[in-house]
């Protein structure tokens, strides 16, 4: 399972946690936007875990 950092690497969450306390708009705004492109084309249409957790791999 994918961990995220939401303080600069000083300690990593699950998807399903950073989802809960971060806004989708924000997350989005740290991705790659190549790369976020190439997740949406291969997986959209589904849920923000998914995507994410895909993003990560």
Do not use: K
């Not at 690497?9 to 936007?33: A, H, K, T």
């Amino acid at each position: 399972m994918a961990r995220i950092s939401i303080d600069n690497g000083r300690s990593f969450c699950e998807v399903e946690e950073v989802l809960q306390v971060i806004e989708w708009d924000v997350v989005v705004n740290y991705m790659d936007d190549n790369i976020r492109e190439r997740v949406h084309d291969e997986l959209a249409p589904c849920t923000e875990e998914e995507f994410l957790n895909r993003y990560l791999e």
